[in-house]
Nanobody, 115 residues
Framework: QVQLVESGGGLVQAGGSLTLSCAASGSSPRFNTMGWHRQAPGKQRELVGTITRGGNTNYADSIKERFSISRDNAKNTVYLQMNSLQPEDTAVYYC?????????WGTGTRVTVFP
């Protein structure tokens, strides 16, 4: 059984930074693409960005210049460095990890950005 556990969310003032982490517990499959999504209040879940096993990244236009995704394959962990946070970044952030046959979601970590 694979579980993804996010951490690092919290309350931050606009202009501040946070780093989210997502680690796999239980069995540790070989993850291909890992990434982050977010869901703001009253909105649909949206892609933040992804990273391949080889380190290639892809980002949503809205966060491209401010957020950065990295991963540690040995630890089956993915990170989201968020800089210059704005109130519109307020959301629950979910990590996602794909194997060749399955996809896994974390339970989410809340990020609240106040003016």
């Amino acid at each position: 059984q694979v579980q993804l556990v996010e951490s690092g969310g919290g309350l931050v003032q606009a202009g501040g930074s946070l780093t989210l982490s997502c680690a796999a517990s239980g069995s540790s499959p070989r993850f291909n693409t890992m990434g982050w999504h977010r869901q703001a209040p009253g909105k649909q879940r949206e892609l933040v960005g992804t990273i391949t096993r080889g380190g290639n990244t892809n980002y949503a236009d809205s966060i491209k210049e401010r957020f950065s995704i990295s991963r540690d394959n040995a630890k089956n962990t993915v990170y989201l460095q968020m800089n210059s946070l704005q109130p519109e970044d307020t959301a629950v952030y979910y990590c996602k990890a794909d194997t060749i046959s399955s996809q896994y979601w974390g339970t989410g970590t809340r990020v609240t950005v106040f003016p």
